[in-house]
């Protein structure tokens, strides 16, 4: 399975973009690229998914380098609710209802 | 409302017991998982279903057991608890229909269980 690789963690304040990159070198061209999140003390959500086309949508915008290997959320303005681990997933589409691989991810801290 | 629910939120039990965790479902997805996570490391499959009549095992089956009752209900049971099962216990579900490769996965709130 391809891998992902996130920094352990990042910082940002409250209101200010929040861009977090996630490689994905041996990315396959039937990988797509998620993008979960985990708050405190709660189960991992959904934030977005992409192919190859930028993507946006209510919660975050996700940036596909051209040739893939790497891409990046954004969190257009960053609030203190914000504050989770996320997880950059590479799911394969014969991969339809198998198991996600979560891998450590990134812990973003907010400050007020 | 939560789309996926799960019961209890927390539960510590003796080691040698026998302990069920409940999952319910309003999304009226098809498919449903049991995850683990321990502390610092991601989420490991227990178990998934695709269908009432369709159980599979994940990475980490032995010592579990699991059972569709319904479309919305999916039940993992520790047969003999031990304290390595001390975890958080999560489970999603997934609508096949979103297409392969695209279909998110809908978590419930975990379970915390302590075993001693």
């Known amino acids: 399975d391809a891998k992902t690789t996130q920094p352990n963690s990042m910082e940002s304040n409250e209101e200010e973009p929040v861009h977090l990159p996630c490689n994905h070198s041996?990315?396959?061209?039937?990988?797509?690229i998620h993008w979960y999140r985990q708050l405190p003390s709660q189960g991992p959500e959904y934030v977005i998914h992409?192919?190859?086309s930028n993507v946006n949508n209510r919660m975050a915008s996700l940036a596909i380098a051209e040739d893939r290997k790497s891409s990046t959320l954004i969190l257009h303005r960053a609030t203190l609710r914000d504050a989770a681990v996320y997880y950059c997933?590479?799911?394969?589409?014969?991969?339809?209802?198998?198991?996600?691989?979560f891998g450590k991810g990134t812990t973003l801290s907010v400050s007020s | 409302d939560a789309d996926v629910t799960q019961t209890p939120r927390n539960r510590i039990t003796k080691t040698g017991k026998r302990i069920m965790l409940e999952c319910s479902q309003t999304?009226?997805?098809?498919?449903m998982y049991w995850y683990r996570q321990d502390p610092g490391l991601g989420l490991r499959l227990i178990y998934y279903?695709?269908?009432?009549?369709?159980?599979n095992k994940g990475e980490i089956s032995d010592g579990y057991s699991v059972s569709r009752q319904a479309q919305a209900k999916f039940s993992l049971s520790l047969e003999s608890a031990i304290p390595n099962q001390t975890a958080l216990y999560f489970c999603?579900?997934?609508?096949?229909?979103?297409?392969?490769?695209?279909?998110?996965?809908?978590f419930g709130p975990g379970t915390r269980l302590t075993v001693l």
């Open positions: 041996t990315i396959s061209g039937t990988d797509y």
């Open positions: 999304k009226g997805h098809d498919r």
């Open positions: 279903s695709f269908d009432v009549k369709d159980i």
């Open positions: 992409g192919l190859t």
């Open positions: 999603a579900t997934s609508d096949p229909l979103q297409g392969a490769g695209t279909d998110t996965q809908y």
């Open positions: 997933i590479l799911r394969a589409t014969n991969q339809a209802g198998t198991a996600l691989i």
